[in-house]
């Protein structure tokens, strides 16, 4: 392996271990999320915030990630016409 997330010729085969690693990013972020929001304390607006930010940043990673692009296309293949338009 030449680097990371790349094959040489001696491997054909695709280094699938940064997937995997940005997979379990995904699972523990969104994982994390609402024990994170209920932590704001009332009233605390910087803190919400700050939180919100955070929120944002790991909903656009996940958007302009192939995650989810993937995932959209085989959801809406097992998805009714009626589960689509929602």
Same mark, same amino acid.
């Given at each position: 392996?030449?680097?990371?997330?790349?094959?040489?010729?001696?491997?054909?085969?695709?280094?699938?271990?940064?997937?995997?690693?940005?997979?379990?990013?995904?699972?523990? =972020?969104?994982?994390? +999320?609402?024990?994170?929001?209920? *932590?704001?304390?009332? @009233?605390?607006?910087? &803190? %919400?915030?700050?939180?919100?930010?955070?929120? =944002?940043?790991?909903? +656009?990673?996940l958007h302009?990630? *192939?995650?989810?692009? @993937?995932a959209i296309? &085989? %959801?809406?293949?097992?998805?009714?016409?009626?589960?689509q338009t929602?």
């Amino acid at each position: 392996m030449s680097a990371a997330g790349s094959s040489t010729a001696a491997s054909p085969y695709a280094d699938t271990r940064d997937m995997y690693t940005v997979h379990a990013m995904f699972r523990r =972020e969104f994982a994390l +999320l609402p024990g994170l929001v209920r *932590s704001v304390p009332p @009233k605390d607006a910087d &803190r %919400a915030q700050v939180v919100a930010g955070h929120i =944002e940043l790991v909903n +656009l990673m996940l958007h302009r990630s *192939s995650t989810w692009r @993937k995932a959209i296309t &085989r %959801a809406s293949k097992s998805c009714s016409p009626r589960q689509q338009t929602g």
